[in-house]
């Protein structure tokens, strides 16, 4: 169902399995409370999720525990509707937003009351804003068909009366109002023609938001589109009439984390703690393809394709976002010459580097980076929001930079933008020609900034990837894609040789040489295929023909893993020394180092930048890997040596 | 539909629901029994007895409901 995506809150990653356990331990340890909530909140909850959390932010607060840096807000609730329903799911939701909050509820239907009697509940409680949750079943919307005069009566009659709630609350306490516009009941009366008549429920309630957003305009107090939340999920999911009925709640249960967190976003955003800031990957992200790979030919972007249509409205958000004051930066794992091609070069990008405030394009961990853009900016980590095609780097961020917001992206990049915008990181109360000009403000043509010290313990992260390796010797299920890997390949490539399917077959069947297909697998899922080796015998030695590695896996430690597992193969077969090859090109500038990286000795170095390198192989010294190793396929060295049965 | 599979999933239920693992499901069991069930965990409880069963309850099927062993059979008769 579409509408998973806002029901389920589906760019929040899913809830740990002992979530339950993490809330009652939140109540028992009160140690930095407020954090420990708001990470525990920055997942998908669902109504019972939200509940337990509410329970344990409860309980602390009555122990009088601090749950500081959650900033404190309070919300008095007046409703025709059962509040309690919304108030655990608020409290929850307010700590994934970096808010205390702390609810103050009118009696039930008591609407009027509590805003006009100044010693009402709400009145006395100080509140910082009063949320006025009164759908139609709580406004005098008296159905007049064809009667255009009474029809107007009736408009302007509900709106007084929301005047008067508002009034009232104005006079007889400091607090804003959050106004809901009123979500369409779905049955009709005439059909189509409801639209059409004056004084329909259809017409009445269209004119009613119409005047309430007008009313709020260039006021203090704020406006909550309910209606076009719950036109967003579908008004037939929305109106539950045996909820309604049974006990009074205002919608579908399935919509309260949502509801929730919209209330939650305003209250945030109140109090300043809305997002400046979107940093965007590049590679399947901004474009479709590998642009170190694919080339500038080979990337997707544009009209005509569904694929390169999907990324265009990524950056047309992201250009929308620019223009309403959101700064743009690129962290990119590429070499900053190539990855600043398409925008250079590529016809059908709107995206250029004058749009982006900084442009890093390196080989660094992304949690890295994105600390040397906030840095640069002068934004806080928690002013910034970070777009990522690949679960592992947004994993990593979330792991290392909690305060960046990462949303979770569905594997369809038709729906990155949706998802992007579905998250509501940026959030406004007010629109000023300030905000206009704020990009502009902070444009300095992509400039490069240097980085600061690693932003955190990678090793750690790796090992909870639970990445598990699988080596092979060539064999003709994994032809196809090996001879793949050997003709795109560009970036992580030593020698860049190129190889026929025929010539692929060679090596597999010729006894003078090794051959490692590697598969790779983690905590997000199958990778497939990502590194392809050839060594060739000479003697004792293995000149290392062709490794190549899929950029994915970059900064995981496959290469330092594959290199163990060659040591191993070469002890088992007398092998005594690896001689490597650097062969430069455009695209492999990533690899120069990787020899001398992996503790190699230099031989040689050539005038063009070629150098060969070796390693003896006894006095290798090997290390501890978060990779877990599994082999197949390889035939026992001594029966038949270096042969490779399927 | 069994009525230990019927129990086994209710007492999941309950234990989310009321956030309590201690709860002992049982056909007497009723809501004077159980500190948290109010009526607005009433619903909730029904609520996640209709997501987990894949059903539907009018409000008149659930009102009239007494204590466990009158729901379990609810869900007994309405079960695929």
């Known amino acids: 169902m579409s509408n998973d995506l806002y029901s389920r809150l589906a760019w929040l990653p899913v809830a740990p399995d002992d979530f339950a356990q993490q809330c009652r331990r939140l109540a028992d340890e009160p140690v930095e409370l407020g954090k420990r909530a708001q990470r525990l909140a920055l997942h998908a909850l669902d109504e019972n999720h939200l509940h337990k959390l509410a329970k344990a932010l409860n309980k602390a607060r009555d122990a009088g525990h601090s749950l500081a840096p959650l900033t404190p807000f309070r919300l008095g609730i007046i409703s025709n509707s059962t509040s309690h329903f919304i108030v655990p799911a608020l409290v929850a939701s307010a700590a994934r937003h970096g808010v205390a909050l702390e609810c103050i509820e009118a009696d039930f239907d008591q609407v009027m009351q509590a805003a006009l009697a100044p010693d009402s509940s709400i009145n006395q409680a100080r509140c910082d804003a009063v949320l006025v949750a009164i759908d139609h079943r709580g406004l005098p919307l008296a159905v007049t068909p064809g009667d255009a005069q009474a029809a107007e009566q009736t408009v302007h009659g509900a709106l007084a009366h929301l005047d008067m709630i508002r009034n009232g609350l104005r006079a007889h306490s400091n607090a804003i109002c959050i106004l809901q516009t009123v979500p369409l009941p779905v049955e009709s009366t005439f059909g189509s023609f409801d639209a059409v008549l004056p004084g329909t429920t259809r017409h009445l309630v269209d004119a009613v938001n119409r005047g309430i957003a007008l009313s709020v305009a260039g006021t203090e107090d704020q406006l909550l589109d309910v209606a076009h939340l719950a036109a967003t999920v579908g008004l037939a999911h929305w109106h539950d009439a045996t909820l309604w009925n049974m006990a009074k709640l205002p919608f579908a249960s399935a919509f309260l984390p949502l509801y929730a967190d919209h209330v939650c976003r305003l209250v945030a955003a109140l109090r300043g703690k809305s997002r400046k800031c979107l940093i965007l990957d590049l590679d399947n992200t901004v474009w479709g393809g590998v642009i170190g790979d694919d080339g500038l030919e080979g990337i997707v972007i544009g009209q005509g394709d569904a694929t390169g249509e999907a990324h265009l409205q990524v950056q047309r958000t992201a250009l929308t976002l620019r223009d309403r004051g959101v700064v743009l930066a690129v962290s990119s794992k590429n070499t900053d010459e190539i990855a600043r091609q398409p925008f250079r070069k590529h016809p059908e990008m709107l995206l250029r580097e004058d749009h982006l405030a900084v442009f890093q394009a390196n080989w660094n961990d992304k949690a890295t980076n994105i600390k040397a853009i906030a840095e640069e900016l002068s934004l806080g980590l928690d002013s910034m929001v970070f777009l990522d095609d690949n679960p592992v780097e947004r994993g990593l961020v979330r792991r290392m930079l909690p305060q960046v917001a990462v949303p979770e992206l569905p594997d369809d990049p038709a729906l990155y933008a949706r998802t992007l915008l579905a998250a509501g990181y940026f959030e406004a109360i007010a629109f000023s020609g300030e905000d206009r000009q704020r990009a502009e403000f902070y444009q300095d043509n992509a400039r490069r900034v240097t980085l600061q010290k690693q932003a955190g313990d990678v090793d750690a992260y790796l090992v909870s990837l639970n990445m598990q390796m699988t080596l092979q010797p060539f064999d003709d299920t994994g032809r196809a894609r090996i001879a793949q890997l050997i003709n795109k390949s560009n970036q992580f490539n030593l020698t860049t040789r190129r190889y026929t399917e025929a010539e692929v077959a060679a090596a597999q069947h010729d006894p003078e040489a090794f051959t490692l297909q590697v598969r790779l697998a983690d905590a997000f899922g199958d990778n497939g295929m990502i590194s392809v080796i050839i060594c060739r015998r000479d003697q004792d030695d293995w000149d290392i023909d062709t490794w190549l590695m899929s950029c994915r896996v970059l900064g995981r430690k496959v290469e330092v893993a594959v290199l163990q597992e060659l040591l191993t193969q070469a002890r088992t077969r007398g092998i005594r020394r690896l001689v490597g090859r650097y062969l430069p090109t455009e695209k492999n500038k990533l690899v120069e180092d990787h020899y001398a990286k992996l503790g190699f000795t230099l031989l040689a170095r050539q005038p063009d930048g070629a150098s060969s390198w070796e390693l003896e192989v006894e006095s290798a010294p090997t290390a501890d890997l978060p990779i877990a190793v599994h082999r197949s396929g390889f035939a026992s060295p001594v029966e038949t040596p270096a042969s490779a049965p399927a | ?80």
């Open chain 2, 1 to 80: 539909m069994t009525t230990d599979i019927i129990y086994a999933k209710l007492t999941d239920i309950f234990h989310d629901v009321f956030d309590d693992d201690s709860i002992v499901v049982t056909p007497q069991l009723t809501a004077d029994d159980v500190d948290e069930w109010d009526s607005l965990a009433h619903v909730r409880l029904v609520l996640a007895v209709e997501k987990k069963f894949s059903l539907k309850f009018s409000a008149a099927e659930v009102g009239r409901l007494k204590n466990v062993g009158e729901f379990a059979s609810l869900i007994q008769a309405k079960a695929p």
